[in-house]
Antibody, heavy 121, light 110 residues
Framework: QLQLQESGPRLVKPSETLSLTCTVS??????????WGWIRQPPGKELEWIGS???????FYNPPLKSRVTIFIDTSKKQFSLNLTAVTAADTAVYFC?????????????WGQGALVTVSS | EIVLTQSPGTLSLSPGERATLSCRAS???????LAWYQQKPGQAPRLLIY???SRATGIPDRFSGSGSGTDFTLTISSLEPEDFAVYYC???????????FGPGTKVDIK
């Protein structure tokens, strides 16, 4: 059974960079069918897609966040990571990593449990 | 950019009742890229429906999805106590790496 686990600092100061890593176990990362994504959810609010990465390294970002986001993948470590720069209190959220499965599912079938990251001085 | 709208925002029902949730897209969406998720407090979302109408592994048959084009529906035929949660629709844009979520519908106990 595929499992994803987020890790990284849970408290980040304003203007600094939020960095999270998702470690994948129980399955391969190297398939042309898989996209690995980051999604966040501010407390009490809706889900917001941040961006995704393909095992080839191709990336896709949500336009409002694009200027501050970098997502990269290291298949040898079975990890993909998120960097979000110049954070403010508005970036306080639970950050989820997830995998978009290949056909026929083509949806976010596997999710990490989420990591609450607080932006505060 | 396709925008998803969900209605109603909140649905107050009793166990045993039927729930009908709507997801409307600002442009035509390919059905194979339309999914529904359930989220309970403190948990990650769980995939319920993919391809607009196919149930994910382990999802009870009281959950069903339908629709095409710009209008999609999630139906829960008879609400069980564990079904009270928030439901999100989601679609893929011009690339399989581009995701969009709807704002969610909360199903709560009347």
């Amino acid at each position: 059974q595929l499992q994803l686990q987020e890790s990284g600092p849970r408290l980040v100061k304003p203007s600094e960079t939020l960095s999270l890593t998702c470690t994948v176990s129980g399955g391969s990362m190297s398939s042309t069918n898989y996209y690995w994504g980051w999604i966040r959810q501010p407390p009490g609010k809706e889900l917001e897609w941040i961006g995704s990465v393909h095992y080839s390294g191709s990336t896709f970002y949500n336009p409002p966040l694009k200027s501050r986001v970098t997502i990269f993948i290291d298949t040898s470590k079975k990890q993909f990571s998120l960097n979000l720069t110049a954070v403010t209190a508005a970036d306080t959220a639970v950050y989820f990593c997830a995998r978009r499965s290949g056909p026929p599912v083509r949806a976010l079938e596997y999710w990490g449990q989420g990591a609450l990251v607080t932006v505060s001085s | 950019e396709i925008v998803l709208t969900q209605s109603p925002g909140t649905l107050s029902l009793s166990p045993g009742e039927r729930a009908t949730l709507s997801c409307r897209a600002s442009q035509t969406v390919s059905s194979i890229y339309l999914a529904w998720y359930q989220q309970k407090p403190g948990q990650a979302p769980r995939l319920l429906i993919y391809g607009a109408s196919s149930r994910a592994t382990g999802i009870p048959d009281r959950f069903s999805g339908s629709g095409s084009g710009t209008d999609f529906t999630l139906t829960i035929s008879s609400l069980e106590p564990e079904d009270f949660a928030v439901y999100y629709c989601q679609q893929y844009g011009s690339s399989p790496g581009l995701f969009t979520f709807g704002p969610g519908t909360k199903v709560d106990i009347k």
